[in-house]
């Protein structure tokens, strides 16, 4: 069983900065790729930024730009680098396992955390 736990989340005014980190209790993420969703409230999940196994990444619009996502397998760790914070972002951050080298859409994942929230004020 994977497990994955997020941290970093928190509040802050927009414009500001925040890195998410998200921990895999796994023996290696190298061969896999990994992705970040969003929800806020009375909204659907939102998948947003993704990295294949090869380091490939893939960024929705609503983000591109301003947030990066990275791996470093050595740590079995996925980040988020968040800048230039809207409001629009608060949200509940999940990361997700992929059950493949390369995601493609939400059925690519098989494993989430439970979650850290982010709330930006304007």
């Known amino acids: 069983q994977v497990q994955l736990v997020e941290s970093g989340g928190g509040s802050l005014q927009a414009r500001w900065s925040l890195r998410l980190s998200c921990v895999a209790s796994?023996?290696?993420?190298?061969?896999?790729?990994m992705g970040w969703f969003r929800q806020a409230p009375g909204t659907e999940r939102e998948g947003f930024a993704s990295?294949?196994?090869?380091?490939?990444?893939r960024y929705a619009a609503s983000v591109a730009g301003r947030f990066t996502i990275s791996r470093d397998n050595a740590k079995n760790t996925l980040y988020l680098q968040m800048n230039s914070l809207t409001a629009e972002d608060s949200a509940m951050y999940y990361c997700?396992?992929?059950?493949?080298?390369?995601?493609?859409?939400?059925?690519?994942?098989?494993?989430w955390g439970q979650g850290t929230q982010v709330t930006v004020s304007s």
């Open positions: 997700a396992y992929g059950v493949y080298w390369r995601c493609q859409g939400e059925s690519s994942y098989e494993y």
């Open positions: 796994v023996y290696s993420i190298s061969p896999y790729c």
């Open positions: 990295i294949n196994s090869d380091g490939i990444t």
